[in-house]
């Protein structure tokens, strides 16, 4: 006989060591999955204390929180839908990554994750304990498959869950985002369900935790491999999905299933939520940046406005005696479109101060790059100074282009508690400035329309900090700087490889040294949204004394 059998993926925004917070808002959603004849709610991986805990799974007191959360909340949902959450949880003295079935009041089953990560922005082994391979586990005469994150992107687990008489696979993931990425989980997914020919649920987490997002976008994928159930992207759902019970199968009949943002609408939805969710998590009230008139500080002002309202941007104009009056012009233009709160700090007498306390100091010395320093490092001063003021964070503008060149100033333009663009290339900022404009996402606080002017878009990029600069001064022409980038750093080509794709000799061993020789900036730079497998401080790990010629 068939019956209905309703599992609901509980898509939810944890916060890291909040771990009240996160019971109850898994615990409200349960109660809502109860009002409407649920079977059981899943929630992401290591839900209870947020992921990732990192190295913070190990303190005593976060585990015999997240130990009692999940007792009680056994117990608040002893009447109504069964739920699987994921911990951190000490078995047999052994620290693991585990989930754990709640059903009648207890805890009825624990998985413990089998395949640890380690490798880009995770470090598994050295915080957990490898479990054994998963066995099904029983809920009211169904099998259950668990499955944790990594232990769907091999076929060992599964494989072996439906040899044990698995009905379905449920895998919990707090798989981060990154560009392009969704489709490879989709081909995974499709991989473990065409060996096993089981239906698949997998339940992502959303929400920004430090420089990592997760874009949710959870879904279901029945026995053929076709995506029947999709959850929305860049939010939090409740995802109800119906299953056909019966002849000893689980068979999805389908729910909802929203459209995905892709391209530059992914990577701009990715780069608000990171910002949003750093600056609410961590309690700040509003944010400050310097507005150059240029593309990045312009890109980054929108990203801020809407993530947490132009009201709680302020932007800052820090014009020296070479400042253009255009730059000025453009930068009072972008405030106004965004509706942000704008102020105008010269800062001549900082540098003439500044000047004038070194000029016995530098005596004889011709003005260099030194003097361009202190003038961008006299903005950092009087950012901070606003920030420290008001009880704000000052956002950096930085792109990577810039982070991964060196193309910054340390304590200058790089300070700041976070940086939006860290992993953003200055060719794909320009496309978000366009996507920009043409578009605004559904859930943004920052206003419709054209945001960033033209002049803006088209003008030559320049620091500024001598008459008539230019970027392309310093740096090849950003198509061909970020093109040889990404060969070094996302695809770590050798370079011979490189040089055959056309690029010259010469400009690849610049750029190169410059990539090498700045490493000891990006230790001291903020943390920023990670969007591509490759983020520079946390998928990429150089030493800084580091004499390798090549």
Partial sequence: MTERFVIALAQLNPVAGAVSHNMTKLFEAWKEAAGKGVGIVVASELFITGY???????????????????????????????????SPWKADGVLHNAALLLDGGVISSIVLKHDLPNYGPFDEKRVYASGPVPDPVDLRGKRLGIMICEDMWSPGAAAHLKQAGAQVLIVINGSPFEHGKQNYRL?????????????????????????LVFEGSSFVMDSSGKVCAQARAWEEDLLFTSWHTGQEKLSPEGGPRTALPEGEAAVYHALVTGLRDYVVKNGFDQVLLGLSGGIDS??????????????????????????????????????????????????????????HALAHAFAGCAP???????????????????????????????????????????????????????????????????????????????????????????KPPSAELRPGQTDQETLPPYDVLDGILKCLIEEEL?????????????????????????????????????????????????????????
């Fill in 52 to 86: 990732p805990p990192e190295d913070f799974a190990h303190n005593p007191d976060l585990q015999k929180a997240a130990r009692d959360a999940i007792e009680a909340l056994a117990r608040k949902t002893a009447s109504g839908p069964a739920l699987i959450v994921g």
């Fill in 187 to 211: 081909a995974l997914a499709r991989g473990r369900v065409q060996e096993t020919g089981l239906p698949l649920v997998y339940v992502n987490q959303t929400g920004g935790q430090d420089e």
């Fill in 298 to 355: 312009a890109l980054t002002a929108a990203i801020a406005a809407d993530a947490i309202g132009p009201g709680k941007v302020r932007a800052v104009i820090l014009p020296s005696a070479i400042t253009p009056a255009e730059s000025v012009e453009d930068a009072l233009a972008v405030a106004r479109n965004l509706g942000c709160c704008v102020d105008t700090i010269s800062i001549d007498e900082p540098v003439q101060a500044f000047e």
């Fill in 368 to 458: 260099d790059v030194t003097e361009e320093n202190i003038q961008a490092r006299c903005r950092g001063v009087l950012l901070m100074a606003l920030a420290n003021k008001s009880r704000s964070m000052v956002i950096a503008t930085g792109n990577k282009s810039e982070m991964a060149t060196g193309y910054a100033t340390l304590y200058g333009d790089m300070c700041g508690g976070f940086a939006p663009l860290k992993d953003v290339y200055k060719t794909m900022i320009y496309r978000l400035a366009i996507w920009r404009n043409g578009h605004k996402p559904a859930w943004s606080l920052g206003p419709s329309g054209r945001v960033i002017p033209e002049n803006v878009l088209k």
């Fill in 494 to 550: 050798p370079i011979a490889d490189i040089l055959a794709r056309g690029y010259d000799a010469e400009t690849v061993q610049k750029v190169r040294k410059m990539l090498y020789q700045s490493e000891f900036k990006r230790r001291q730079a903020p943390p920023g949204t990670r969007i591509s497998p490759r983020h520079l401080t946390r998928d990429r790990r150089y030493p800084i004394t580091n004499r390798f010629a090549g």
